[in-house]
C-alpha cells in the first residue's frame, strides 16, 4: 500500500510542480526587465502561484498520505505582517511541513538556501523566480586565506531583504544550517541532545538588515515522534504524526544591531540564541514524553 502511495503521490507532486513551474519561471525572466512596479507585480503574481502550488501539494498530502500534524500557537498570526521564522531542521519534509501549517496564514515563505541548491532541476529556477537568497557559507578557514570574502553573506542578504521589504514576506532560516543527523551531532559536540548548535550569523543578518520592519519572530519546533523521516517516507505515508510547536515572539532592540561590527552585541545576540536552543531542547525532550494524541 505504501508503494502505491508513494507512486501517486510523487506523480502528483511532479505534476503539480512542472504545471507552476511554467508561470512562476516567466515571471522571474520578465523581473529582469529593469522596472520596478513591473518587477514588483511580477513578484506578487510569481508568489501567488507559488501559493496555490503549496496548496496543490496540502491536498495531495491530504488525500494519499495519512500523516496528522498537531500544531499549537498559530492564533495570533497576520496574512499582511512580516515575519522571521527560526526552525530546527532535520529531514527534506521540514519544508513540506511549514509550507502546509503557515500556507495563506503568514505570507509566502522564503528560504536562504545555500547556493548549490540552484542547480536542483526545476526547484532551483523556480526558488531563483520566487528571490529566494542563495547563499555562500564562509568557513574560518577560507576567511584565513581570503579575508576578501568576510562579510559577503551580508551583502547578500542584503540584497534579499531590499526585495522584501516591497511586499509582506516571511523570512525563513533554519539556524543549525544543516540537517540534523548523529554523526553531525557528534562532531560537533552539541550540547544539545536533539538539535544541532544554532549558528547566528545568518538571522543576524536579516534582523541588522529589515529588524524595524518585522513584526513578529515565529519560533518553530518540528517534532516527529516515529524518527526523523525521509522524503519518501512521507510521501508512502508512513509518517503517522508531526508535531508543530509554533511560538510567536516580539522583536525586541535587543535583536537588532551591529552583528559584525560590534562585538558586545554580538555576544548578547548569541547567547539570546542559544537560550532558544535551550528551551526548543525542553520542548523536543517534553515532546518525546509519551503523551495522547487529541
Known amino acids: 500500500m505504501s508503494v502505491i502511495r508513494s507512486v501517486f503521490s510523487l506523480i502528483f507532486y511532479a505534476l503539480n510542480t512542472l504545471f507552476w513551474f511554467i508561470p512562476i519561471f516567466i515571471c522571474g525572466l520578465l523581473k529582469l526587465i529593469p522596472i520596478k512596479p513591473l518587477q514588483k507585480l511580477l513578484s506578487w503574481i510569481a508568489k501567488q502561484c507559488a501559493t496555490i502550488w503549496v ?78 537568497p542563495f547563499m555562500t557559507r564562509t568557513s574560518k578557514s577560507q576567511l584565513k586565506k581570503n579575508p576578501k570574502l568576510r562579510g559577503k553573506d551580508l551583502e547578500t542578504t542584503r540584497k534579499a531583504c531590499e526585495k522584501f521589504k516591497e511586499m ?31 549558528k547566528a550569523g545568518g538571522i543576524a543578518f536579516v534582523m541588522q538588515a529589515m529588524g524595524e520592519q518585522i513584526s513578529q519572530v515565529v519560533n518553530v519546533t518540528l517534532h516527529y515522534p516515529d524518527g526523523i523521516p525521509t522524503f519518501m517516507d512521507f510521501a508512502g505515508g508512513k509518517v503517522k504524526n508531526i508535531n508543530v510547536h509554533v511560538n510567536v515572539m516580539p522583536v525586541s532592540d535587543e535583536l537588532i544591531g551591529d552583528y559584525t561590527g560590534d562585538s558586545e552585541f554580538r555576544v548578547r545576540f548569541q547567547s539570546e540564541l542559544n537560550r532558544l536552543w535551550e528551551e526548543k531542547e525542553q520542548t523536543l525532550q517534553s515532546l518525546d514524553a509519551p503523551t495522547s494524541t487529541k
Open 55 to 132: 496548496s496543490f501539494n496540502t491536498l495531495n498530502q491530504l488525500l494519499l498520505t495519512p500523516t496528522k500534524l498537531n500544531v499549537t500557537g498559530l492564533d495570533s498570526l497576520k496574512l499582511k505582517d512580516w515575519y522571521l521564522v527560526i526552525a530546527n531542521h532535520q529531514s527534506w519534509v521540514d519544508i513540506l511541513v511549514l509550507q502546509r501549517v503557515f500556507n495563506r496564514k503568514i505570507p509566502f515563505l522564503n528560504f536562504f538556501l545555500k547556493k548549490e541548491l540552484i542547480y536542483v532541476p526545476i526547484l532551483g529556477l523556480c526558488w531563483w523566480a520566487l528571490d529566494f
Open 168 to 198: 509582506p514576506v516571511t523570512v525563513v532560516n533554519f539556524v543549525e544550517g544543516t540537517r540534523f543527523t548523529q554523526s553531525k551531532h557528534a562532531k560537533q559536540q552539541s550540547p544539545f541532545p536533539h538539535l544541532l548548535k544554532p
